[in-house]
């Protein structure tokens, strides 16, 4: 069972995708309350909390936000929920009123083309030392 670090909210990502990784590294500059720790989604320990909470990644092509001990969300809510805690980007809090379904179309229209778009690596990103302290291992 994974030990998740107290207070603090969990982001699986894609950690071969140049857009997801770009958005972790803003997460992290932004992220100016310590706010989040995070995992890859092909990592040992993505895959295990995976696993643990029972998440169908069959068909989830998408960031995972867990809260421990309260819920866990994925896609446009997911990045909604991220974005809050976020300085300069807690206004993105307001397109929580749009329809989730609507929200999720174009979520989901964005992650089908990242690779295209955004290109791929070979391999999870490494983070540097100073920054490995925030990835769950």
């Known amino acids: 069972?994974?030990?998740?670090?107290?207070?603090k909210k969990i982001i699986l990502f894609d950690g071969v995708c140049n857009l997801?990784?770009?958005?972790?590294?803003?997460?992290?500059?932004n992220d100016t309350k310590d706010v989040f720790r995070f995992a890859p989604?092909?990592?040992?320990?993505?895959?295990?909390?995976?696993?643990?909470?029972?998440?169908?990644?069959?068909?989830l092509d998408s960031v995972i936000l867990?809260?421990?001990?309260?819920?866990?969300?994925?896609?446009?809510?997911?990045?909604?929920?991220?974005?809050?805690h976020l300085k300069g980007y807690s206004w993105l809090r307001f397109f929580k009123s749009l329809p989730e379904g609507m929200r999720d179309g174009i979520y989901s229209f964005i992650a089908r083309n990242r690779y295209q778009w955004f290109g791929k690596q070979e391999s999870c990103?490494?983070?540097?030392?100073?920054?490995?302290a925030l990835f769950l291992k």
Do not use: W
Not at 1 to 7: D, W, Y
Not at 41 to 59: H, K
């Open 1 to 7: 069972m994974v030990n998740f670090p107290e207070n």
């Open 20 to 29: 997801c990784n770009k958005t972790v590294q803003t997460i992290i500059k």
């Open 41 to 59: 989604l092909q990592s040992d320990v993505g895959r295990q909390i995976i696993n643990e909470r029972g998440i169908d990644t069959e068909n």
């Open 66 to 84: 867990i809260e421990p001990g309260v819920a866990y969300y994925h896609k446009s809510t997911a990045a909604i929920e991220i974005a809050k």
């Open 125 to 132: 990103m490494v983070p540097t030392p100073k920054l490995q």
